[in-house]
C-alpha cells in the first residue's frame, strides 16, 4: 500500500522544485534510461529521516557544483512501485536501497550511493559524494 499523499506530496515537490524529473511508470524510466546516452543520475527518494534530513538537501547542494549530470531524474520508493522497481532493474547489481542515488554514464552504473552511506552523516558529506562522482564522470 503506497503512502498517502498528502504525506509524499511534499517530499516529491522539494525535487521538482530543484528542476529534477519525476519517472513515475516503467514506461518513463525506459525512456530516459533507456537511451544509454550521456550521464544521468537517478535518485531513489524515499519518505524516511535520513532522506530528509540527508540525501534530498544534500543532493540540493551538489547540483549547485559547476559539474552536474546531464540529466538529474528521481523515483519514489513506496509510492510509485513500478517506476521505482524498473529503474533498479538499471541498477540490479546492487542491492535495493533507498534513498539511494545511481550515477549511470552511457547506459552503465559508474557510482551508487546507498542508504547506508547517507545514515549517520550530514548533507554535506552527501554532497561531497556525488560532486566526487560528478566531477570523475561528467565532467567533459
Same mark, same amino acid.
Given at each position: 500500500m503506497p503512502y498517502p499523499a498528502e504525506l509524499t506530496d511534499p517530499m516529491r515537490q522539494e525535487l521538482v522544485r530543484m528542476g529534477i524529473q519525476e519517472l513515475r511508470s516503467p514506461e518513463d524510466v525506459d525512456a530516459t534510461l533507456g537511451s544509454k546516452e550521456g550521464t544521468v543520475l537517478v535518485f531513489v527518494n524515499s519518505v524516511c529521516g535520513c532522506a530528509a534530513g540527508m540525501a534530498r538537501p544534500g543532493l540540493a547542494l551538489s547540483l549547485t557544483h559547476g559539474v552536474t549530470? @546531464?540529466?538529474?531524474? =528521481?523515483?519514489? $520508493?513506496?509510492? @510509485?512501485?513500478?517506476? =521505482?522497481?524498473? $529503474?533498479?532493474?538499471?541498477?540490479?547489481?546492487?542491492q535495493p536501497s533507498s534513498p539511494s542515488a545511481a550515477l549511470i554514464k552511457n547506459g552503465e552504473v559508474v557510482e551508487m550511493v546507498h542508504r547506508h552511506q547517507i545514515e549517520g552523516t550530514s548533507a554535506q558529506d552527501v554532497a561531497a559524494k556525488l560532486i566526487q562522482a560528478y566531477d570523475e564522470h561528467c565532467a567533459s
Open positions: 549530470p @546531464d540529466k538529474v531524474v =528521481t523515483v519514489f $520508493a513506496g509510492v @510509485d512501485g513500478e517506476a =521505482t522497481a524498473q $529503474a533498479r532493474s538499471y541498477f540490479s547489481d546492487y
